[in-house]
Structure formats: structure tokens, C-alpha cells
């Protein structure tokens, strides 16, 4: 027979086990119960230390004990133990009077422990016998089953989809099938709480026989009509289960957000009410003339290796030097302002020789800041974040961002998902937060250029103004970059960048490039046509330009012969000296000495 902490055997729990100090006429009998704050005053002990350091081994493991065996919560000092019997700690002082411990509850407003222990035991003494009577119960249940006409196993298990496909067929078992299931998902619901040992807890699959009839009330006869669980159908029930944590999860996730937001909208400021009949446009409106506008947001998207850094250098650059952006779209900031590069790609090494080759002047008002290797940093959807980074960007500066993807990847956002709008989002409030003139974000174009930025289409949506750069051709430093640019009153038609000496890009009309080269091509053809016709009058002076033209070289042309002729003419190179309509065709003076074989412009 095990020994209760008091010294009273199980069987003779009782309500009455404990009496009260009213059951009692001697107040100066020795008290059975203490509170533990009362035990540490007597005994000269901290009440709020550990109880291993001031109680020994034994007397700990005893007070452990009898808390656990009474469902108190586990105590970690002296003040956690509401009562606590005297026979425990008798060794550690001279028992007080049942008067004194009652005086001294009185005095600190607390209930006398003798009547918190009638109660206490009182309520074991009731689970005890509930438990003894869900015994006998569980036995008289599992007799029916053994009983029954057809031996029922009372450890058979079923599952929640057999109960619900037995609901389905017998509509008169809807009822305790619904009680059953539901009480199934409340159980599973409750092990998930956080909590000492629960996470270890494995989840309800299904209840056995003796579980069915002892807490639904289900009679045998339909137990035997049920068909136990196979293998297959508890590994069902471990989805559903699974399942069922998912949904319980994803629906605390849209709780929590929902908290989060109402706290956060408590929060905010709203802003406040424009009048567009008096607002006032600024006098000039652009910050790059006919490509970007002040405070807007400029996408640059350029295909791999078509030099989307020189372009960033060339923008950045003459924002600084107050020079045309690409040699053609004049810049309006005021003097001192500053721009902000966050750059995730380039060495500094490499950064610092880009600039100083293209002759940069003002790079004393570069806001340089090299996040490579710690593109974390750049977090802006963290408010805490964008407010450090919004301390370290003078107000009206310019932002650049090259390049998205880096701080994407480092972040673990994938950028095909909508999840890359909140990052975008917290840069435009990154730069509305430091009052900035102008953003400009800069990331890759898809492998079908065609169909714009690489990743979700919030990437190009969060933008004002789509530049894109594009490798007309095989890739290659011979390979034309093209430039294009559109958005909210922009629409810059295809261009073509060109290097020049000077290490600075400029965009060319195409069009205008191409009549050029057309012309360079023309005249360096009739140089070679004007060289070769005054060779033939060299040496065939008199002849007539029919006559030159059945001596034409090969590969050259009637028309070109008699196109040649009066160029030579034009140039004094030639003249002709016959009569009439028949003309002679000699060389001038002039060209006597001239070699026919250089060129005579």
C-alpha cells in the first residue's frame, strides 16, 4: 500500500483526512499544515531561493512530491508552496501551534493552510474515486466486448474516416460519430499547445473499442459493425492529422497578421488631404529631362554582360557632375545634392577606376555604400532597418539600388514570387521616409527580353519608368548595346549606346548612325571608282567615257564609270578637251605628277 505524503493510507482518503482548524478545539496542538513562506521565516531560509539550495536532497524530493501528487504546480522556491504538511519539514523547525499559523495567514491575508488542505485533499480523495469508478467501468465495458457474439479486441482502433464513413451508411450513429471526431481534433488541437512535454505527445489517430463505448457511449453491436484500422488507413490518418496542424497553423499565421497589422495601423499616420485645385507643381518637374521624374522610380533592366554597370556609372556621374545623361537627357538637382549608391555587385577596387576613368568630378558627394558580402544589411521591409538606413541618407538625396537580385537571393526571397513586393515596397519607403529626389533600382531582364525584368511582374509594376539594355547580337564588346525607355510621360525610342574615347557613354540615334555609316561606306567607294577612271585617262588620254568604259576594271560598273567622270571633273583632276559632242577626256596639269594610286580628295 503506498503511503501518502501525510501519513494516511489511499484507501482512507477522505474529505474529512484533513480537518480544519474549525474541527479543532485545541488551537495550541501542534500544527499539520504550513505555508511555505511561513516555513522559510521560522527556519531563517530565503523564500525565494532555489529550493535545492536551501532545503537538503530528501526534504526537496518530498516537497516535489507532494506537490505533484496533489496537481500543484511544480514549486522552484519556498514562497511557490501554498501548503505544505508539517511532517516534511518537522526536522527544520519547531512546529508552530495551529493558532500561530493561523494568526500568522491572518497577518499576510492568506488563507489558513489547514483549510486549504481540507480542500485539497478533499479533491484527490474525488479524483480517486472517479478514477476507481472509470476502472470499473473500462471493466464492465470490456467484458460486453469480450462477451459479445462476435469477440470484440477492445485495443481495435478507428480511425475518424471510419467512424465517418460508418455516420455515412448508419445516419443513427451521426451523433456520437460527431462527438467522437470532434473530441478527436480537440485533443490533437490541445497537444500541439506549447508546453512541458505536450510538443513530445504523439497525436490522436483513432480511439479503441473500449474508448468508443466507455466515452461515447457506443454500444457493442456497432463497435462489431465497424472494421478495425489497417495499415493503410492509420497512415491516413497521420495525413489528415498533418493536414489538419497545417490548417491550424496557416490559420494562427492570419491571426497573428491581422494582430500585427490592427496593432500597426494604431500606428501609423495617415496622410493628410491634397487640394489638387491649389496644389502647386514644382517650376521644373524633372530630375532627368524627358526619362525621369522628381520622386519618382526609374527600373533599369539590362541583359547579361550589356553593360548595366557602365549605364548605372554614366546615370550616377552626371547627377553628380551636372552633365546630359547619356550625353542627352540634361539633369535637374540642385547644387550639393548627393547621391545614394548601394551597390551589392562590384569591388571597390573595381568601382573606384570605373569613376575616376570617365573623369567623375563629384565624387565627394557619393554616398557609396558597398553591401556585398552582406546584402542582409539591406533589409528595408524591417522598419527598424529602414529607419537606421534612412539615418544615413541626407534628405533629397538621389537613391540607387544595383542591384535587386543579390540582396533577393541573400534575403531568401525568391523573386518569381510576389513575396519580392514587400522588399520593394520598403525601399519606396525607405526613400519617402529620407525625402528622396529620385529612386533608381536596377536588376537583370529575363532571358526572353521580351518580356521584360527577370522574376514576378511586381518588379517592373513598382516602377515608374522601364529602361532596358539589350545585346543586339552575339555577346561581345563589337555587339551594339541598345537603349529604350518608357513609362508615366516617357517614351524614349531604341537608341544605340556608344563607348566613347573618353570612357563616357552616349546614345545614338539608330537611324542616324546607320545613314552614317551608309555615307562613310559611299564615299570610300567612289574614292577607290575616282582613282581607278583617273588611272585609265592616264593612260589612254583622248578617249571618250564610252571609250573608258570598255577599259573599266573588272567588277566595276558602266554607272559607276560614268559617275566617276565628272567628279574628276569637279575636283580639277580631269578635263575634257575634245570638240563638240565629242569629248576627250584627258588629266589636268594639276594631276600629272599625282599618284594614281593614292587618293585625290
Known amino acids: 500500500m503506498t503511503t501518502d505524503p501525510f501519513g494516511l493510507p489511499d484507501d482512507e482518503l477522505s474529505a474529512g483526512s484533513a480537518p480544519s482548524r474549525a474541527d479543532t478545539s485545541r488551537d495550541d496542538a501542534p500544527a499539520a499544515w504550513l505555508h511555505g513562506e511561513h516555513v522559510a521565516h521560522l527556519a531563517d531560509l530565503d523564500p525565494d531561493a532555489e529550493l535545492r539550495q536551501v532545503l537538503d536532497t530528501e526534504t526537496a524530493k518530498a516537497v516535489r512530491g507532494f506537490c505533484r501528487r496533489y496537481d500543484l504546480d511544480p514549486p522552484e522556491t519556498l514562497r511557490d508552496c501554498a501548503v505544505l504538511p508539517a511532517g516534511i519539514i518537522e526536522h527544520l523547525i519547531d512546529v508552530p501551534t495551529r493558532q500561530e499559523v493561523a494568526e500568522d495567514a491572518a497577518n499576510h491575508g492568506e488563507d489558513d493552510p489547514h483549510d486549504v488542505a481540507t480542500s485539497l485533499v478533499a479533491e484527490h480523495a474525488a479524483r480517486r474515486r472517479e478514477h476507481a469508478r472509470e476502472r470499473d467501468d473500462r471493466k464492465t465495458a470490456e467484458k460486453q466486448l469480450r462477451q459479445h457474439a462476435t469477440p470484440i479486441d477492445p485495443a481495435a482502433r478507428f480511425t475518424a474516416a471510419i467512424l465517418e464513413q460508418y455516420a455515412r451508411d448508419e445516419p443513427a450513429a451521426a451523433e456520437w460519430v460527431q462527438r467522437a471526431v470532434e473530441q478527436m481534433s480537440h485533443e490533437n488541437n490541445m497537444a500541439r499547445l506549447p508546453g512541458p512535454g505536450r510538443d513530445r505527445k504523439a497525436p490522436t489517430l483513432g480511439y479503441t473499442a473500449i474508448e468508443l463505448v466507455q466515452r461515447f457511449g457506443v454500444t457493442p453491436e456497432q463497435v462489431a459493425a465497424l472494421p478495425p484500422a489497417t495499415p493503410a488507413d492509420l497512415a491516413e490518418a497521420v495525413r489528415r492529422y498533418g493536414t489538419e496542424r497545417r490548417a491550424e497553423q496557416n490559420a494562427e499565421q492570419r491571426g497573428a497578421k491581422l494582430i500585427e497589422a490592427e496593432q500597426a495601423a ?10 489638387l485645385a491649389e496644389f502647386v507643381p514644382p517650376d521644373d518637374p524633372w ?3 524627358e526619362l525621369m521624374r522628381r520622386e519618382s522610380t526609374l527600373g533599369l533592366f539590362a541583359q547579361f554582360k550589356a553593360g548595366k554597370t557602365t549605364a548605372v556609372r ?10 546630359k545623361v547619356f550625353g542627352r537627357f540634361p539633369v535637374n538637382v540642385p547644387p550639393g545634392t548627393e547621391v545614394a549608391l548601394f551597390d551589392s555587385e562590384m569591388p571597390l577596387d573595381n568601382l573606384k577606376e570605373e569613376y575616376e576613368r570617365a573623369g567623375t568630378i563629384g565624387l565627394d558627394r557619393l554616398n557609396l555604400r558597398s553591401i556585398r558580402g552582406v546584402e542582409r544589411s539591406f533589409d528595408v521591409r524591417v522598419p527598424a532597418v529602414r529607419e537606421r538606413w534612412a539615418q544615413q541618407i541626407a534628405p533629397g538625396s538621389v537613391i540607387v539600388f544595383d542591384c535587386l537580385y543579390s540582396v533577393l537571393a541573400a534575403l531568401g526571397i525568391n523573386e518569381n514570387d510576389d513575396t519580392v513586393a514587400a522588399l520593394l515596397l520598403g525601399l519606396r519607403a525607405l526613400a519617402t521616409e529620407c525625402r528622396a529626389l529620385g529612386t533608381i533600382v536596377v536588376h537583370h531582364l529575363g532571358k526572353d527580353d521580351e518580356r521584360g525584368a527577370r ?69 570610300s567607294r567612289d ?28 567588277g566595276m560598273s558602266d554607272a559607276r564609270v560614268r559617275a566617276a567622270v565628272p567628279r574628276l571633273e569637279a575636283q580639277r583632276l580631269a578635263e575634257n578637251r575634245g570638240a563638240g559632242s565629242k569629248h576627250a577626256w584627258h588629266v589636268t596639269d594639276e594631276s600629272v605628277d599625282r599618284d594614281p594610286f593614292s587618293a585625290p580628295l
Open 266 to 275: 494604431a500606428e501609423i499616420e495617415l496622410p493628410e488631404r491634397i487640394n
Open 287 to 289: 530630375l532627368i529631362d
Open 527 to 554: 574614292t577607290d571608282d575616282d582613282v581607278a577612271v583617273l588611272d585609265l585617262i592616264r593612260r589612254h588620254s583622248g578617249l571618250t567615257v564610252r571609250g573608258l568604259i570598255a577599259r573599266k576594271p573588272a
Open 314 to 323: 554614366e546615370i550616377v556621374r552626371s547627377l553628380l557632375d551636372g552633365d
Open 455 to 523: 522574376g514576378h511582374s511586381s518588379i517592373e509594376g513598382f516602377a515608374d519608368v522601364l529602361c532596358r539594355i539589350r545585346l543586339d547580337g552575339p555577346l561581345g564588346s563589337d555587339a551594339e548595346r541598345t537603349f529604350t525607355a518608357y513609362g508615366r510621360g516617357v517614351d524614349v525610342e531604341q537608341g544605340v549606346l556608344v563607348l566613347g574615347d573618353d570612357h563616357r557613354l552616349t546614345l545614338e540615334s539608330r537611324a542616324a548612325m546607320k545613314a552614317e555609316k551608309s555615307a562613310a561606306r559611299r564615299t
